[in-house]
């Protein structure tokens, strides 16, 4: 599986978009981009994943450019329930590894006031 | 719909003694597995399963056992606890390959003393 590198932390203001980018150099040509977001003491949720270009649901964009190597997550007018943390994931639905999601450290995103 | 349910939530355990994590799912997912985290970490798989019958080991397995007896169910078993065990449990399902979109139940947090 790619391996995948992400900030630590973010902080942002009420209001504000944040785009949160993570790199993966080594990713193969068969593999998706995938983002969860983990509340505390709860267990991660699906957000939005795609392959190229850019896709948009009801609560995100994802970009991803031409060469793949990275991709952001956008989140727009941030608010304070959005304070979590925020997991890249690069797998192959195809991958010879079998079922196995590398979630990584992520980035922790702190929304104030 | 329950989703994935997840039972205990909280269970402290005496070095040694062993126990079952329960996990359960009612939307018909063929895929579950399951992951630990620790504070300040990502989510590290322990083992996985495709389908009723068949699991295999992910990235920690070691210190744990799994079954896959109904496409519903997916205990966890600790054979003998040890402090390192001391842990966020969390249980997943999916429909399909690995980059379903997986769902996640609300986690154990063990504690071994």
């Known amino acids: 599986l790619a391996k995948t590198t992400q900030p630590i932390s973010m902080d942002s203001y009420e209001g504000q978009e944040v785009n949160i980018t993570c790199s993966h150099n080594?990713?193969?040509?068969?593999?998706?981009i995938t983002w969860y977001q983990q509340f505390p003491s709860q267990g991660p949720r699906f957000i939005i994943q795609?392959?190229?270009t850019k896709v948009t649901n009801e609560v995100a964009s994802l970009f991803i450019p031409a060469d793949r190597k990275s991709s952001t997550l956008s989140l727009p007018r941030v608010s304070l329930s959005d304070t979590a943390v925020y997991y890249c994931?690069?797998?192959?639905?195809?991958?010879?590894?079998?079922?196995?999601?590398?979630f990584g450290k992520g980035t922790s995103l702190l929304v104030t006031p | 719909n329950a989703g994935v349910t997840q039972t205990p939530k909280f269970q402290v355990l005496k070095t040694g003694q062993s126990m079952t994590l329960q996990c359960a799912q009612d939307?018909?997912?063929?895929?579950m597995s399951w992951y630990r985290q620790d504070p300040g970490m990502g989510l590290r798989l322990i083992h996985y399963?495709?389908?009723?019958?068949?699991?295999d080991q992910g990235e920690v397995p070691n210190g744990y056992n799994v079954s896959r007896s109904t496409t519903e169910d997916f205990p966890l078993r600790l054979l003998s606890a040890a402090p390192s065990q001391t842990s966020v449990y969390f249980c997943?399902?999916?429909?399909?390959?690995?980059?379903?979109?997986?769902?996640f139940g609300p986690g154990t947090r063990l504690t071994v003393t």
């Open positions: 795609g392959y190229k």
């Open positions: 939307m018909n997912h063929e895929y």
């Open positions: 994931l690069v797998g192959d639905e195809y991958s010879n590894s079998g079922y196995a999601l590398n």
């Open positions: 399963s495709v389908g009723a019958g068949i699991t």
């Open positions: 080594n990713i193969a040509t068969n593999d998706y």
């Open positions: 997943a399902s999916s429909f399909g390959q690995e980059l379903a979109e997986q769902y």
